[in-house]
């Protein structure tokens, strides 16, 4: 069983930035695909990033690509989403989720474990 709780969240101007932290219980988080997936008002839940086990192996959305960086500290069972350049599209409630087995990662289909999320509003 693992455990995932963002912080990080919060009200920031369009063209500013924040960065997301998910904090993981469990011994094996280190083998986990992690990735971040957000859902906006109205809208399905969307992938936009994740993180290989090792750190080396990085996805993102069309939408964040150059604006986003996802990494990791595996000693410190903490997956990151610095989000740079942030446009009032990219407000939702975003969430940290693990893959296990590591497949498809760009899709929800392998994530099995669920962060309650943390919501990004950006003004414009």
């Known amino acids: 069983q693992v455990q995932l709780v963002e912080s990080g969240g919060g009200l920031v101007q369009a063209g500013g930035s924040l960065r997301l932290s998910c904090a993981a219980s469990?011994?094996?988080?280190?083998?986990?695909?992690m990735g971040w997936f957000r859902q906006a008002p109205g809208k399905e839940r969307e992938f936009v990033a994740a993180i290989n086990w090792s750190g080396r192996r990085l996805y993102y959305a069309d939408s964040v690509k150059g604006r986003f960086t996802i990494s990791r500290d595996n000693a410190k069972n903490t997956v990151y989403l610095q989000m740079n350049s942030l446009k009032p599209e990219d407000m939702a409630v975003y969430y940290c989720?693990?893959?296990?087995?590591?497949?498809?990662?760009?899709?929800?289909?392998?994530?099995?474990?669920w962060g309650q999320g943390t919501q990004v509003t950006v003004s414009s």
């Open positions: 989720t693990a893959n296990p087995a590591g497949n498809e990662p760009r899709t929800s289909v392998g994530y099995t474990y």
């Open positions: 469990g011994r094996t988080f280190s083998t986990y695909v």
